[in-house]
């Protein structure tokens, strides 16, 4: 063949069992260096702070939800997504509709309205937090395709905006101008300290944990392809007392609990 000269040498290549075993010693040496180098990079989660949402993880990035919407005003560039979402279940539950008037955002309450204004040729919308996104560096907002459509970003793919949170409608009719912001320091609080697959096993949970703690009780959950039974127990009416509870279980053999408003 071209490039190759006849020898009568042996041929010492990768057929050789001695070379063949001193390369595989080697190609697991690296392989383990490039595990052990990428779980000593991998960021911890961060510490959840009193009052927060669970902070969740995303190509390796930690984010913590906001508590509340109250205030919040930030620019940079809204994108949006279409076709290949719709149907898809969303962050909150839904499927994604691509001709509703939703958004995704990282961090904003899910359920929480925002103006977002075109910053280059002055178009507005508002839209409902649903989903959790875009995980894209300098990007802040994704929109649905209507809204997008209407703001006059589908033709470039990107815009600079301004988002700012509005709240939740009064009375649920968004046809107003009519906003109030949530009220996230008294209601109706528990605590989840379990979640399962098996209806029996959460069942079971439930009576053991009624024994320790009050309002021990189960809420499913279908996300469209498994049902969960979630565990939860206690109660509370303010967030301060929601904190101080929450620690509790923590330091006593729940270090997974975390508050949920009903």
């Known amino acids: ?140 907002i994704d929109l649905s395709y209507t809204a997008a459509s209407k703001l006059g970003v589908v033709g470039p793919g990107t815009a600079k905006v301004e988002v700012v949170a509005l709240g939740t409608p009064v009375s649920g009719d968004i046809t107003r101008q009519a906003y109030k912001q949530p009220d996230y320091y008294s209601g109706n609080f528990t605590f989840q300290v379990g979640a399962f697959i098996d209806r029996d096993n959460a069942q079971a949970h439930k009576r053991k944990l009624a024994q320790r703690f009050q309002n021990a009780h189960i809420t499913v959950y279908d996300n469209g392809t498994r049902v969960y039974y979630r565990v939860r127990v206690g109660k509370a009416t303010t967030l301060a007392q929601a904190v101080k509870f929450e620690a509790y279980l923590i330091q006593n053999g729940f270090p997974d609990a975390f508050l949920v408003a009903e």
């Open 1 to 140: 063949m071209p490039g190759m000269t006849e020898t009568n040498q042996p041929v010492h290549s990768f057929f050789c069992p001695r070379r063949k075993r001193n390369v595989w010693r080697l190609t697991t040496r690296v392989l383990f260096l490039i595990f052990i180098t990428s779980c000593a990079t991998s960021p911890p989660p961060p510490k959840r702070q009193p009052g927060h949402p669970k902070p969740y993880k995303v190509f390796g990035k930690w984010y913590q939800p906001l508590p509340h919407s109250n205030g919040f005003r930030q620019r940079g560039l809204a994108s949006w997504y279409g076709r290949d979402f719709h149907g898809k279940k969303t962050s909150n539950g839904e499927n994604y509709n691509m001709y509703a008037m939703t958004a995704a955002h990282k961090t904003l309450p899910l359920g929480t309205y925002v103006r977002v204004y075109n910053l280059e040729n002055h178009r507005q919308v508002k839209v409902r937090i649903n989903d959790r996104g875009p995980f894209v560096r300098g990007r802040i």
